[in-house]
């Protein structure tokens, strides 16, 4: 009778093992994805780099396949009648973040612009050192995007160039705030910071559809590029640059795009 009541406790066990064994073997296959599965590491120099990046994840694929991809070299334009672009933007309290690839700020909601009709949402801007588009093959040590999105998720992403200059005071909030390593968002509630004191004083603007400039590269963004710079002193410049170290995709080819102008 014992020995029958060992056996059964067994094949009882030796059944939960299986069934654990099988729960174990579906969710390796089927369970969510760890952060480095969904995420795929990327960089802007060695094997990870731009030039790999389509490589790395079937995810990233647009970044070797995608003929509408960004930055590129602002040149050979059509001068356009474009209308100017509304902007609306609102002060929020400083959200910085170093995220290794950037340094990024975000933004409160309730900042605008508005583009052929249609309303998008100021997200986040970060910056790239150096500059990410050229202006008629010219390299800018700084480049800021301000990245909206729009009710149906496609994007606009304004694009500005910093020049070495006069000290801008617009900056200094950020520059004392800057994490000089990767980790979460810290918040500064006191700092107010309005993002319209970072928009050149000139309205000139280039506009093309590109992509986003880092993986995954997702095209049908909406570009719109400064044609004037702002300015920051060498000291400003230096400030950044040593914490974003050289985060520039290279230049991307035009393929069958127009590239318009409004000036
Ligand atoms: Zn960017």
Redo the contacts with the bound molecule.
Sequence with gaps: MSKKNDILASLFIGGLLSISILLNIFFFFFGPKNETETHPHWTYTGYTGPENWGELSPEFETCKTGLNQSPINLKESLKSDLKPIAINYQNSPLNIINNGH?IQINYSSGSTINVDNETYDLLQF?F?NPS?HRLEGNSFPL?I?L?HRNQYGKLA?LGIFIESGKHNNNLDPILTAIPNNSGPEKAFAKTVINVKNLLPPVNGFYRYFGS???PPCSERVRWIVFEQAIQADSQQIATLSKVLGGNNRPIQELNERFLLRSF
Excluded: A, C, G, I
Aim: aromatic share 0%; hydrophobic share 25%.
């Design positions: 950037t970060h790239h990410e480049e995007h990245v992403v986003l400039t880092t």
